[in-house]
T-cell receptor
């Protein structure tokens, strides 16, 4: 099963883009990359996911490198409410097993 | 509204007692999961179930037990064998239907149950 590696913490100025990296160098061809975020003492919230292609939704963009060994979550205009712990995780096909890493604590500052 | 419900939200127990945490979902999802979270840490998988009457151990199953008698329900029992049970417990479910249908692989989480052993 693939593991993910993320920086422990990051800061971002309000209104600027937040770029959160994730390394998943051992990822297999059928493993999806998912991003979730968790605000203190709440259940994690789904943000976005992808397999090979870059993805965009109303919350964020996901950029996956061509070799799929790393990805970047982009919050285009960070707000104070985006302050949270962001998790990059992988899912093995339809096995359902998801492996969470330690996450990145993003602090958005005024 | 469809969703996933955990209860109780807060629970205290004495050492040596078993306690069962409830998790119910009305999303018609096949797969359900239990995670544990310790302060400042990520989520660790305890047990998961992809279908009724079947479940698999996650990374930290020792001291825990589960059952999956109904699709909607996946209760977790924290037994007295669990050495450090004080933690935040999160239940989740997922639609594991075939890709290209309604399966986004998105996990839906409950609001969690905080267990404190006195």
């Amino acid at each position: 099963d693939a593991k993910t590696t993320q920086p422990t913490s990051m800061d971002c100025a309000e209104g600027r883009a937040a770029n959160l990296p994730c390394n998943h160098s051992t990822i297999s061809g059928n493993e999806y990359v998912y991003w979730y975020r968790q605000i203190h003492s709440q259940g994690p919230q789904y943000i976005i996911h992808g397999l090979k292609n870059n993805e965009t939704n109303e919350m964020a963009s996901l950029i996956i490198t061509e070799d799929r060994k790393s990805s970047t979550l982009i919050l285009p205009h960070a707000t104070l409410r985006d302050t949270a712990v962001y998790y990059c995780i992988v899912r093995v096909g339809n096995t359902g097993k998801l492996i969470f890493g330690q996450g990145t604590t993003l602090q958005v500052k005024p | 509204d469809g969703g996933i419900t955990q209860s109780p939200k807060y629970l205290f127990r004495k050492e040596g007692q078993n306690v069962t945490l409830s998790c119910e979902q009305n999303l018609n999802h096949d797969a359900m999961y239990w995670y544990r979270q310790d302060p400042g840490q990520g989520l660790r998988l305890i047990y998961y179930s992809q279908i009724v009457n079947d479940f698999q151990k996650g990374d930290i199953a020792e001291g825990y037990s589960v059952s999956r008698e109904k699709k909607e329900s996946f209760p977790l029992t924290v037994t007295s064998a669990q050495k450090n049970p004080t933690a935040f417990y999160l239940c989740a479910s997922m639609n594991t239907g075939s890709e290209g249908t309604s399966n986004t692989g998105e996990l839906f989480f409950g609001e969690g149950s905080r267990l404190t052993v006195l």
